[in-house]
């Protein structure tokens, strides 16, 4: 992978109003898209193959996970062939649960994203800007 696209796109969606409830798959403004994560990839090699690229987030709390898997998918490129892979950030992706308010909650850390070939090997990373 070459590069993380760090022009991305911010999708404006109104604050997460409600309750977790409304319906099957909870509230909807869970899944509105945020961000919009764009990277190159390119085949160096002479013979065809597989790159998975995967999407992780750092949710940026004392008590969460270094980073969570959010996005990934499998690309076949022939020999010196390139493509981009573009994939969405919602705000479910972002959020935490709140076991109080019962209900999901995006908290005021610092989130980044990163991208790469696995959860050891990141290369690309941006910071996120603030969601409310």
């Known amino acids: 992978m070459a590069q993380l696209d760090r022009s991305e796109e911010v999708i404006r969606s109104p604050s997460l109003r409600g309750e977790a409830g409304g319906g099957q798959g909870g509230n909807p403004g869970l899944y509105d898209e945020l961000f919009r994560i764009r ?3 390119k085949n160096t090699g002479d013979v ?10 750092s949710l940026g ?16 490129l022939g020999p010196s062939q390139a493509t981009e892979w573009a994939t969405t950030l919602t705000r479910r992706d972002l959020a935490n649960w ?4 019962r209900h ?3 908290t005021p850390y610092t989130k980044k994203v990163y991208v790469g070939s696995s ?3 990141l290369p690309l990373r941006a910071a996120l800007p603030k969601v409310q």
């Open 39 to 41: 990277v190159s990839i």
């Open 48 to 57: 065809r193959g597989d790159e998975v690229p995967q999407v992780y987030v």
């Open 61 to 76: 709390g004392p008590d969460d996970p270094k980073v969570v898997l959010r996005s990934f998918n499998c690309i076949t």
């Open 98 to 101: 709140d076991t109080k308010a």
């Open 104 to 106: 999901w909650i995006i």
């Open 119 to 121: 959860s050891r090997k």
